[in-house]
């Protein structure tokens, strides 16, 4: 890869750039979670009804998810530092937009565009540590940016709590604005320019659009089944319109964009087909806890939205612990390994969290459980993203990158539409839907279908070569 440096005011050591990447991928990952505690009185404030306000997590993940592969094409055509600043303006301009909503409408539509910011954001902060650390360096780097990302969904929901007992739920979008104030003086600083010089300036935005279309009328579709059902005509058009949208945009990346978003050619990569697989898979389980542990600690436990935050306490550090060990080992055993046992201990923890009853307690039902899926979570990411980034050219590092991205996304936005839907129609069977009861039996279902989900990435990992080769030198 050619590549065109442009030397900043000052040099940098490798633990402030790891720091910087580090600290961008934090909040877009936070901002993921830390609104799932403050969505009951955030929903009383602007009106939203229990099914609705899916919306106010799901805009935000669904244009992220539609927008990352743009994002990760842009950090390699731009440059990494002039992608990472220009999401970093994006995502902070729009934390505060959100942070004074007054409407449920203003609310998704400014999340909406705060995801675009995490999308242009996010593949360039693993750019970053992919062109910067080579060697025996780069896995360990990968870990600490892994177990920050994972942290960062646990991390949330304890922030979260915070925020919203002690202030207002409108800190857990202002809080984002000291972040990205230093992530973008510290960017400005000693971030070097790295780009692609060989690389054509032009972005798919056609490709975006349809990709992100197909995204949210799929996702709209499943989350008004729970008032139209399945087989209603209402969600079969949107269904249909979703399948559409996808067609066109494999139509269109393959034979009509000079400049694709996904070039194809990308996936002859076992080790990063397979790895996107299994991401899209326990993407759609871990993202999916979180929120349905958020509604059983207040719906359920009559926890306040404090002591809530404190429950995801040890989550956070069994995810710190599992990628930290992640990528010590990763070396000497390859990823294969660890994903088998990650996923094989997610299944675990996911059945066994699945038994949670309405006298359950936390620390007789929850806590265990959950410290099993979080540590699992830990083990897996930082060997998913080597697996995804490491054998492919450096050139396509942010296009890598953002696929691996994407496919978490995806998977997280699809199984929260899936679940809570699934949920709701389980709870409906009983004779009062509303009571506590009803509700945790839509929880266990959740619980269930996640555990066979991780079940299915058990499966997966045998595909992701033991050992992953690194891609030839340019």
Known sequence: MSTTTKAPVRHAPDWIILSIACLAQFMVVLDVSIVNVALPRMGRDLHFSV???????????????????????AADIFGRRRVYMTGIFIFTLASIGAGFAQTGSQMVAIRAVQGIGGAILSPATLTIIVTTFQGP?????????????????????????????LASWRWVFFINVPFGIIAAV??????????????????????????????????????????????SSFTLSWFIGGAIALIAFLFWESNVASHP???????????????????????????????????????????????????????????????QISSRIMAKTGARPILLTGTSIATLGFLWISLIKVGSSYWGAVFLPAILCSFAMGLLFSPLANAATSSVDRADAGLASGVLNTSRQVGGSLALAILATVAADRSRTFVDPQSGVALVGGYQRAFQISALITLIALAGSFFVPKKVAAPAKQ
Request: hydrophobic share 55%.
């Open 51 to 73: 099914s609705s306000a899916q919306w106010v997590v799901n805009a935000y993940v669904l244009t992220f998810a539609g927008f990352l592969l743009l994002g990760g094409r």
């Open 186 to 231: 510290a960017a400005a600083l000693y971030l070097r320019e790295m780009r692609n010089r060989d690389a054509e300036v032009k972005l798919d935005i056609t490709g975006a659009v349809l990709v992100t279309g197909s995204l949210a009328s799929i996702i709209y579709g499943v989350v008004n089944t729970t008032t139209h059902g399945w087989g």
């Open 137 to 165: 360096r780069l896995p360990k780097a990968i870990g600490a940016w892994s177990a920050v990302a994972g942290a960062g969904g646990a991390v949330g929901g304890l922030l979260g709590g915070i925020l919203t007992g």
């Open 261 to 323: 978003l996904v070039p194809f050619r990308i996936f002859k990569s076992r080790a990063l087909s397979s790895a996107n697989v299994v991401m899209f898979l326990v993407g759609g389980a871990f993202f999916a806890m979180w929120y349905f542990l958020t509604y059983y600690f207040q719906t359920i436990l009559h926890y306040g939205p404090v002591k809530a935050g404190f429950a995801f306490l040890p989550m956070a550090l069994g995810i710190i612990a599992g990628a």
